[in-house]
């Protein structure tokens, strides 16, 4: 399994209480560029519009040997989820608070999928905590490794 992109601050700005794998549906020079690491997660959500799961402002770098189809960087990408997760992340969405995040982006088998997580925001006290939380452990790691 091999990472290609990762939302760094899904964890830190929300809790993410259940994660799923989509597939994408993407073009061929989308791909190609993505297989060069051309692909970003950062500011991207995730919608359920007419029954289906739509990734939205996810960046994916334009490939460079593309003579006349060039897409949109930003464009709206399809995700591939089973009928009853998609029924599943609907009603979970349609309570207060919750809200799905693409958290990373993988390569499995030549196949890119897509690790959505279904999450609830963090308050500024819960990040200070986890900020916090983290401090403490690398201290403690880089005393276990001084000692």
Do not use: W
């Amino acid at each position: 399994m091999k990472v290609v992109a990762s939302n760094k601050f899904a964890n830190f700005n929300y809790f993410l209480l259940e994660k799923f794998n989509a597939g994408i549906v993407l073009c061929g020079c989308e791909i190609k560029s993505i297989r060069q690491n051309g692909m970003s997660l950062n500011e991207s959500f995730v919608k359920i519009q007419g029954g289906q799961v739509i990734l939205k402002n996810a960046y994916v770098k334009p490939y460079q040997s593309v003579n006349n189809f060039s897409p949109n960087p930003r464009r709206d990408r399809v995700l591939l989820l089973n009928k009853r997760e998609i029924l599943k992340l609907n009603q979970n969405v349609s309570q207060k608070g919750l809200t799905i995040v693409p958290v990373k982006a993988y390569f499995d088998k030549n196949y890119l999928k897509l690790e959505v997580a279904l999450a609830r925001g963090k308050k500024n006290y819960d990040k200070k905590q986890t900020i916090k939380e983290n401090d403490i452990k690398r201290s403690e790691q880089r005393h276990f490794m001084g000692v």
